[in-house]
């Protein structure tokens, strides 16, 4: 797929690189890079205890999407433009 011109990537690893000795995942390991002269510094936040209230061991599962706003946007077969892991408290 080819990159879209003047976008901020970023690839985040979550738990896929581990060191070979001892399977440790690294911790917050990314690439993040430009097809444009500057990295976007955008940050979105927030947390997910008003959908999840009570079972917070659930919360090591759940991924939050980030989508275009559109009138069709189908969030079951379209492609987020931002993937981020919910921590222990819910917030991402």
């Not at 976008?7 to 738990?15: E, H």
């Not at 205890?49 to 999407?65: I, R, S, T």
């Not at 433009?81 to 917030?91: A, E, F």
Request: cysteine-free; hydrophobic content about 35%.
């Amino acid at each position: 797929q080819d990159l879209e011109d003047s976008t901020t990537y970023v690839f985040d690893f979550q738990k896929a690189v581990v060191d070979l000795s001892e399977k440790n995942p690294a911790e917050n390991l990314k690439i993040v890079f430009s097809t444009g002269t500057s990295i976007d510094s955008l940050n979105i936040s927030g947390n997910i205890n008003f959908y999840y209230p009570e079972n917070k061991e659930d919360y090591k599962n759940v991924l939050v999407g980030v989508y275009p706003l559109t009138d069709t946007t189908d969030v079951f077969t379209a492609q987020p433009y931002y993937l981020g892991q919910v921590d222990t408290l819910g917030n991402f």
